[in-house]
């Protein structure tokens, strides 16, 4: 087996052991990427020179006696809506193409201050808005398991290259699905945190009230071992929770006898997929013959999640994106002389993609005098009902579960013209964003053959019992497929 194939893990004890050193699963994944990125396009930016000369430097460090950190060495891919001090980060948008930041957000520091090492930035929708990469100002992302089908998005790029075996982990972000989902479909983990437990400081903001950052990786110990590393406290941003971390990877047991498992019924009817359905079925029996006890339960307000999520977002991401105005950051389109505003309309007109504008667009219109209370205040009222629904089923249930996507991977173009039926993608995984609970996805089958989700959520701040369930899962199932690439 070629390193760039194994897990942070597995490429952890042979370290450990002395079996390989620090350069050689970089290089490894580097190979990988000449092999195969021509046909999958996972990355905007990739950072050879620089990976490589930070793993000799930790292959130095230990021969110096250094510790080594559970993810020391490991090649990483992030989104490229993180600030990477030096490194282009330009949220596929054109609008940032040219835009290198003076400083790196606190999730990739974190990463960083492990010895962790950056493979490069990937490709995403633009500023994060859309469920299949296909919003990319550079061009779109190939679904390893079938080329021909989109990898989900926003944060395509990280879990196609995860599946792709061209990183080892990646970091993506969750406003309203865009870890989960891709995650879904690429085959991998993909985990969204509770809200506020990693820090946004540095994450190029969409919706303030709903973007998280998480990790995507090849199993839910990988998972776990990231998560531990960039999760805690920053006071560079104001909605970081002060809460003590636990060790997330004790969590891995395997055992989950007696825990009590909702299944929501509103994410398992109409909508989804039949080979989803049936997948998800099939893991909730196997939950169930591991000791748990599954039974469903109803959240009668999710029926309105994605309405009030494209009333919410919109207007958060109107507002965080009047910075993108030709003067401060990136691009700008000249206009006349001394014409500031034709300036700022034109820089905005060409620097921004069309999903992007829709959304300004709708966001603006929420949020104006008259419309405000009808659209945004009611969005805000629906959230708080679909927040107690939660809060409801987690005084009954240990976690929740439901499929991340309702479909499994679907063709290039094929929802592209079609802006409601791309929203829809997001209908599982939406509410977890608008209730600022933790969600995972983890890969329960095939269906067509292409992978399918379980999706698996838990109380705010109850990382450690969705992983349990995901970990026990993941061991009893044994997802073993690969893409063949
Ligand atoms: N697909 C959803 C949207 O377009 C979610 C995106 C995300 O989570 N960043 O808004």
């Not at 080594?68 to 980060?89: E, F, H, R």
């Not at 550079?138 to 079938?146: C, D």
């Not at 949020?367 to 629904?389: C, F």
Request: overall charge negative; aromatic content about 8%.
């Amino acid at each position: 087996m070629d390193l760039h194939e194994l897990t942070a893990h597995e490429l952890n004890r042979m370290l450990k052991k002395g079996e390989i050193s620090v350069t050689d699963p970089c290089k490894s994944v580097f190979e990988r990427i000449k092999a195969v990125e021509d046909r999958i396009k996972a990355y905007v930016t990739l950072t050879e020179k620089v990976a490589l000369s930070k793993a000799g430097e930790v292959d130095g460090n230990l021969k110096g006696g250094k510790a080594i950190s559970p993810l020391a060495g490991i090649p990483v891919a992030v989104k490229d809506n993180m600030c990477t001090k030096g490194v282009l980060t330009t949220c596929a948008s054109k609008i940032l193409g040219n835009y290198v930041p003076v400083y790196t957000s606190t999730a990739v520091e974190r990463l960083f201050a492990q010895d962790v090492v950056m493979v490069g930035k990937t490709n995403m929708d633009e500023f994060a808005m859309g469920s299949s990469t296909e919003n990319s100002a550079f061009g779109i992302t190939r679904n390893p398991w079938n080329p021909e089908t989109v990898p989900g998005g926003s944060s395509g790029g990280s879990a196609a290259a995860v599946a792709a075996d061209e990183a080892i982990v990646a970091l993506g972000s969750d406003t309203g699905g865009s870890i989960r989902q891709p995650a879904a479909l690429c085959g991998v983990v993909g985990m969204k945190p509770t809200y506020g437990l990693v820090s946004r400081y540095g994450l190029v903001a969409f919706a303030s009230s709903l973007d998280q950052i998480g990790p995507i990786t090849k199993d839910v110990t990988d998972c776990a071992l990231v998560l531990n590393c960039i999760c805690g406290h920053d006071r560079m941003d104001s909605t970081s929770l002060k809460v003590n971390i636990p060790d997330y990877t004790k969590a891995l047991v395997g055992d989950i006898k007696g825990l009590k498992i909702g299944v929501v019924r509103e994410l398992m009817g109409e909508g989804i997929e039949g080979g989803v359905r049936d997948s998800v079925d099939k893991a909730i029996a196997l939950l169930e013959s591991l000791g748990a006890v599954c039974e469903e339960v109803s959240l009668s307000h999710l029926d309105y999640s994605l309405s009030a999520y494209y009333l919410i977002a919109p207007a958060e991401a109107s507002s965080n994106l009047a910075r993108f105005d030709g003067v401060r950051y990136g691009y700008r389109t000249p206009g006349a002389l001394g014409d500031m505003i034709e300036m700022y309309s034109k820089t905005r007109a060409e620097g921004f993609g069309n999903e992007v504008k829709r959304r300004i667009m709708l966001g603006t219109y929420a949020l104006s005098a008259g419309y405000y209370e009808a659209y945004y205040g009611q969005a805000q009222k629906v959230r708080t009902l679909i927040v107690e629904d939660f809060n409801r089923a987690f005084e009954k249930f240990d976690v929740l579960v439901s499929p991340t996507s309702p479909s499994v991977a679907f063709k290039i173009g094929e929802r592209y013209e079609d802006p409601l039926r791309m929203y829809m993608s997001d209908i599982c995984t939406i509410p977890v964003n608008l209730a600022g609970i933790p969600g995972i996805s983890v890969p329960c089958g095939l269906a067509d053959g292409l992978p399918v989700g379980l999706q698996i959520m838990g109380k705010a701040l109850d990382e450690t019992t969705v992983l349990r369930v995901a970990y026990a899962f993941e061991q009893e199932f044994g997802f073993k497929q690969k893409p063949a690439l």
